[in-house]
């Protein structure tokens, strides 16, 4: 068994009894819920490594669980399940935050390997759905053309990004051989740049753009 840790939100109970019963021997699932406001406590709560999210629900559905999590959790990672294989629910559920899109027509063993995936930090699509995405974002600006982005140093962009993945200050210094004082001072800078006002709105900015 992996260590991913993973948390199942459908609003069917057979199905995602059913889901729950085919993932349980391979990941730790950490909880389930049914509706929209229980599956956003839950996951803040929670916070397991991936969700795996319907896109149809009461109360706004896997668009509303994926914008309020990663307003206060922009590290969680979200897969969308659903039957649904419309160009606007893919493209709706991928702007909203979701790293993939996979149709309940998929094997088990097929979506154990998607969540692992996504674990990982690829993006997963059934195969029809992935040019979807590509046509809807492939003429958007990149995060390297992006003239806000632009302004920063490369080491501030490191920064920048492990700061929105939710890792504290001693981390990030950890993680780049640097010191606190000075990932306070980049930190500092990018906010300045950026004209932001807190790490909450720099993961907001930073997760908008899809470079967290």
Excluded: C
């Excluded at 109970?13 to 229980?38: C, H, M, N, R, Y």
């Excluded at 996979?102 to 993006?123: C, F, H, N, Q, W």
């Amino acid at each position: 068994m992996t260590d991913t840790t993973l948390f199942l939100v459908d609003d069917h109970k057979l199905f995602l009894t059913g889901v729950e019963t085919e993932l349980s021997e391979q990941f730790p699932i950490v909880g389930t819920a049914g509706d929209v406001d229980e599956a956003i406590a839950a996951i803040r709560q929670l916070q397991p490594d991936v969700v795996l999210v319907d896109v149809h629900m009461p109360g706004g559905g896997g668009v509303t669980v994926i914008r309020n999590v990663l307003e206060t959790h922009p590290e969680t990672k979200f897969l969308a399940l659903s039957v649904s294989d419309s160009p606007e629910d893919v493209i709706a559920m991928i702007r909203a935050g979701a790293r993939g899109y996979v149709t309940k027509s998929i094997a088990p063993t097929e979506l154990a390997d998607a969540v692992r995936r996504i674990a990982d930090g690829d993006a997963v699509f059934s195969p029809r759905l992935a040019g979807f995405v590509l046509d809807a974002f492939g003429g958007a600006i990149s995060p390297a053309s992006d003239p806000e982005l632009d302004q920063l140093t490369p080491r501030e962009k490191e920064v920048l990004r492990l700061i929105a993945r939710g890792l504290a200050y001693k981390q990030v210094a950890r993680k780049l051989n640097i010191s606190i004082k000075t990932v306070e001072t980049h930190v500092s800078s990018v906010l300045r740049k950026l004209q932001l006002s807190s790490r909450h709105e720099l993961a907001r900015w930073a997760s908008d753009r899809r470079i967290v």
